[in-house]
Each structure stands twice: as C-alpha cells, then as structure tokens.
C-alpha cells in the first residue's frame, strides 16, 4: 500500500505544518536530541527522503533518514560546517533556526513558525550547547495509538492520540508532535493534528503514525452507506456462504463494512474459473456440458479434487514458482544453460504433482548443494548469488517482506534495520562455488558447497554480522553447521509469523486476484492486511495440514468467495477490500496463447534453443521465459529478475489491442488447413450446431437466443463459408469474455 504523507511536500514549496497541541515545559525539560530534538527534524521532513535524508543530501547538508542514526545527525548538525548550524552564544542566527524559519533563503522554504513550540524545543536545546544524548538516556521504546481501531461512519471525525514509551518506564503523550499519514485517504485521511475523516465511500484505511524511529498503525473501518432495500441477510443466503471455516470471517467483514456479496456463479462459470487458475486451462465442452448437467451436491469439491491431478495443474504452478525463483536463461548459446533451466522446471513440477509438504519444499532449495544435474535447487544459485539477491529474494519470495531499503538505511515503514538485512545475508556467508564456466552473464554447472569460512560485513560500522532471522537473535552455530539450515528450520517453523501466512496470502491472491495483504509480498505492520482473521486461518490450515498446499488449494476454492459472480451489484461495486464478488482477472500470457491454441486446434510451434519443442509444447510447460516469442511479451511475460509477481503484467496497453488485430501467430492459427476453422468451414453441420459448439468452445457456455441468431445471421450473409468462420471465431476471441478469467 502506498502512503501519502500529510506532512511532506515537494521541494521548494514547503508550507508551514507544525501542530499546536500544547505540551508542557515538564514533559521537555531536559531536552534530549534524540528523543525530542530528532522526532522535529522528523516531523518537518528534514531527514525525509527528498530533502537532507537522501543519499547525497541538500545542499551540502546530509541527515541520516528519518533519523534512524542519531549520531551521524549530531555530528552534522552540531560538528560539521565549522558549527555554523548552532549558535549557544547567539541562538537565533543558528542556521537550523534561521533556515526552517525563512529568515534566511531555504531551498525548503518556511518550516517552523517562531511561536511554536517546537521552535522553543531546539532553542531550549540550542542554549544549553546542544548536548549530545546522554549514554546513559532512556530510549523511546515504542508509541501506541488510541484507539488502535475504530468502525466509524461516513464523513465523520475522530482524533487520536499518541503515547511515547520509554525504557525506564516513563510515558509522554506526543499526540501535537507525530506525523501522520494515511494510506487510503480517499477512504478516510488524516491532518497534522491527528484528526482522522472519513469521506462519503466505504471501506478499509489504516494511518501510519510516526514518533522519532518508532512506528504505530491506526486501522479504520467506514462501512458502506446504502438504501432501504439492502438485506445482508438474503444475500448471504444467495452466496450460499457457510457460517464456518474460511467463511466465517467473510461474512463477519461483510456485515461490518455493510456489504453485500454477490449470487453465486453460474455452474458454467465456475468450471471455466476454476480449470483456469488450477490448470491454466480452458475446459472442453464436453467437460462444460458434463459439469452443468452433474446434479450433485458435492460436484464443486469433486472438480477441485480432479483438476488438482491433472498434469496441466503441475505444469501451469511450476510456471508460476519459475517467476519466483527467477529461473530464467539469457541466451540460447549453449545446451547447458537451457539444461539447466529445464532441470529445475522439471524438479518444480515434480515436486507440485507429487504434493511435496511445501516447508520440504523450501528448505530443498534454500539448503541444496552439489552439482545441478545430481541436485536441480542448486540451479536456483545461479541466478540467485550476491548478497543483495540472497536477502532480497528469500525475504520477498518466501516471508512476503520486502526489506531492500533496509541495504541502505533503516527501512522507513518497518522495524528493519541495515542490521538486520546483512544478518540475514550471512546466513549465505559460506554458499561457495567451482567449477561452471559464463555464459551470458549466467555462470552454468556449478557446483555448490559450504565454505569452511565467510562473513558479511556492515558497510557503515564494519562489524563482521552473524547469521540470524529477520528480527533475531543470532543462530548459535559452529563452524561445522550450515546457516542456511538453520534459517530453514526457523523459516518453516509452525511459529514463525511469516512463513504460512505469506503462502496463504499468495495462493489467496493467485484464485481471489489480490491478496488478503496486497501486494502479496508486502507484509509489514504499516500495510495490514484487509482481514487479518482469515488470513490466520489460512495459514493455520496450512500449517495443520502439514504445509499441503493442495489442501489450502482446496480451502480456497471451496469458500463462498471464490464462487461469486463477477457481477458487480449495487452493493458492492464501490468494494474491492472485501472479496464480496469475484474478480475480473486478464488471462496471464501462456495461459492466452494457450486457449488460443486449444480453441482453434493449432499448437504453437516454439522456435530457439539447440533442438525444437516437440509438437504440443505448451506455453505454460517453456522451461524459462526466453523462448523467443513475441505474443507473450506484449501480453506481460516476465522477464524474471526479481522474486516478485508483479513483473509479470497484466495491464492493458495498446500494444496488445494491435497484437489482436495483427498477430502472425493468431492469424496462422485461424488459417490452418487442419485448424478448428477450417473443419467448420468444411463439415456439414447446420450454423446454428456450429455456433452452439463454438460458444460452450470459447465462452464455456451456451449462446444466449440474441447472440446464436447475430452469429447466424452474419454467417448466412456471407458468400464465402471458411472466411465468415474465420471472422467469426476471431472476433469472439477478441472479447474481452474470452481474455478475461471471470
């Protein structure tokens, strides 16, 4: 989630933004500057990341960000530019005054008012000559919000308040001296004195509250305002949602943001979705037909059951974790490289058919070593192999945290600490390397193995780090243990707070379209998730089942929202937090080209490599993303370079309406002498048989009575029979019915 800060402007057009809320001359006597002086400097977006904070500084001025090292700030403040900053014998010509004032020219413009009270804090630290924080100070140890959360109607108001803590057991209210910030402020935002409002829309929000390095999160509900003819209860009862499991918790958000979710999905609907996202393919007519036809109470779970063991299943998954584990090949100059590509999507969907435990899952991979052909996870290594990648990739790929501001600096939003990102990198300290030779940048059949030494370093203080988790303590380790293991255990422990939530909230967002936490791979205190209870229960559904992914497979697509319509109705077409419809997904581009070549009964001939796919190559079964083909380029494929699903797009773009249109591969497709067209252009079946079969064929459903007669009728005006087909079929796959999972 992306917060705008209340507080912050653009360069050069800072307005004044101090809070007036009294504090009292006993709560800042006396001053320290780390817990007073500081949270200022915070506050008016000093040591923010487009001012003094940055990198390179302003101006020949540099602040550490956010103040997360206090030290360096004092030396720059009070040390650096021959003192210039401070002034204990003339307090008023001290620059850090005379700047945030606009007495003198400030690229930042007027900051402080005079009359405030923070003004009085720096010259009341100023005068006593701008003391140092004492070794021996209480440390702010971390602020709390009240209320921590509130339900609140539309356009309404609420303020909180602000306690600071301190090690020594002494708390301050510093409501008047926070920032504030507000990720949803079209849903309800925040101004510098801590008064939350809520606009006319319904929904979820949360506020980031800031006090020197520490962080609270404020988290608000507005349920949806709606007419006299809203009844919850009627439309739970058409989404036939089940009061226990997963479900539970739907209905109880749904009830307390007033929305309504929608009627369940038509049967021909739901099997179209469900062999989509489980198998990344379009089922038969006569799969369609069959399933509509099924007058069973469990024919849903019964699909489920039998898509799970499907080949195509493995297949379209092992795509999905190659996005994440970057297995990508560069180049088609050697037979090694795309081996190795091919070894490693090979060992994925094997380990996917098989059902292997997802936390055995992991741990193989993070913990191989020997040769890629003994041990296809060593391939892994290959993309994944300096400090940044280690950190980097397994945080976000497998514990949903993104941590890469933390290499730099302490991370602005989260607790993460320079520490902490190069502990976690020394967990790979030893991972060593022989043999291989380069090729395209990717050095190919190296062997893996654990290093008798190794060690990271801390760019800042030197300090030779120790492998530990995210947030500690150290592992204890010999020289003879593996880090990597112990990270292993830890990541796959049933305690770890990460682990199976991050998981479930993936697979959440593969069937359901965002994540319970969105991003998927996002996870911090400053962007909860949307309902935190079913998000626990998925992953303790995880977790019991003893990481069976298939079962939380299951779970997913079994629960009431998975089988919504996509419909929006009047209440909840302003909703996208809640799940309360099932949302409009563009087909991922393996899985279109796919469809394109199952419905018009042409397979895609891939091109490259030292020898061709065989006939039937599928694009969800491509070993790496370098497959030279241009159709899934335009439609998102990844280029795989990061662990995040969000290189691959799904975005619309202009590119794609002209592949449509203009698509050598489309059009071989449709002109194929043993294509799909050519035999309807051919058989003796009557147009309306023809376009009853073509629409169960390409909208896994029966033509609506307007629609079979449309068809028909261009079909009868047209003098050449295959060219009418082939129009047909080609406008019918330029819908937006076909290209969307829905």
Known sequence: MMFRMVVLQPLAVFTLIVATLPVSAAELVPVSFRNDVIPILTRHACNSGGCHGKS????????????????????????????????????????????????????????????????????????????????????????????????????SKIVLKVTAHYADGRQQDVTGRSLYESNSPEIGDVDRFAQVTTSTHGGLFAVMVRFGSQIAVFRGTVPFPHEADFNLDAALTAARVDPDGVDQHLIAQWKTLNVAPSPVATDASFIRRATLDICGTLPTSAEVTAY?????????????????????????????????????????????????TTL???????????????????????????????????????????????????????????????????????????????????????VGRKGGFADAEIPTSEIIFLKDHGEVVHPRTGDVMHPRPLGGPDFNLTRYDDPRR???????????????????????????????????????????????????????????SGYDVRHLIRVITNSAAYGLSSEPTAHNKDDIQSFARFPLRRLSAEVLLDGLSQVLEVPTE??????????????????????????????????????????????????????????????????????????????????????????????????RSEESDAAIAFLESEPDRAEAYRTLMWSLLATNEFLFNH
Request: net charge neutral; hydrophobic share 35%; proline share 6%.
């Open 292 to 340: 509509v036809d099924d007058s069973s109470i469990v024919k849903k779970s019964t699909l489920i059951d039998r898509l799970l063991e499907r080949p195509e299943h493995a297949s379209y998954f092992a795509l999905k974790w190659a996005d994440i584990l970057q297995n990508r090949g560069r180049s088609y100059a050697s037979r090694h490289q795309r081996e190795g």
């Open 606 to 703: 891939f091109a490259g490599g030292p020898g061709k796919f065989p006939v039937g190559t599928r694009a969800i079964e491509l070993p790496d993303e370098n497959v030279p083909t241009s159709f899934l380029d335009v439609f998102g494929r990844p280029g795989r370079t990061s662990a995040c699903e969000c290189e691959r797009s799904d975005d619309p773009a202009l590119a794609q309406a002209l592949e449509l249109v203009n698509s050598k591969e489309i059009q071989k497709k449709l002109t194929a002498k043993d294509g799909y067209v050519a035999r309807l252009s051919t058989n003796e079946n009557s147009h309306a048989a023809n376009v009853r079969e073509i629409f169960l064929k390409v909208f896994a459903r029966e033509a």
């Open 56 to 155: 390179t500084g302003q101006n020949g001025f540099r602040l550490s960000l956010l103040g997360f090292e206090p030290d360096f700030d004092y030396r720059a403040l009070v040390l650096e530019s021959r003192g210039r900053r401070v002034f204990a014998s003339t307090v008023n010509r001290s620059l850090i005054l005379a700047k945030a004032t606009g007495s003198v020219p400030h690229g930042g413009g007027r900051r402080i008012d005079p009359d405030s009270e923070d003004y009085r804090v720096l010259v009341e630290w100023i005068r006593k000559g701008a003391p140092d924080s004492a070794p021996n100070e209480p440390q702010l140890t971390g602020i709390t919000v009240t209320p921590p959360q509130s339900v609140m109607s539309t356009a």
């Open 486 to 544: 112990a990270l292993a255990k830890w990541m796959t422990s049933p305690e770890n707070p990460f682990f199976a939530r991050t998981l479930a909230n993936r697979m959440w967002g593969h069937f359901l379209g965002r994540g319970i936490v969105h991003p998927i791979d996002d996870s911090r205190s400053t962007n909860p998730p949307s309902n935190p209870a079913m998000l626990d229960e998925l992953a303790r559904e995880l977790v019991e």
């Open 344 to 430: 490693l999507t090979e060992w994925v969907r094997d380990s996917i058919a098989a059902n292997k435990p997802y936390d055995r899952f992991v741990s193989e991979i993070l913990t191989a070593t020997g040769s890629q052909q003994q041990n296809p996870p060593t391939i892994w290594y290959r993309s994944v192999r300096t400090t940044q990648d280690y950190v980097e990739s397994v945080a976000q790929a497998f514990l949903g945290v993104r941590i890469q501001c933390a290499q730099c600096h302490h991370h602005p939003a989260e607790r993460w600490s320079q520490g902490d990102y190069y502990s976690f990198a020394a967990n790979f300290a030893r």
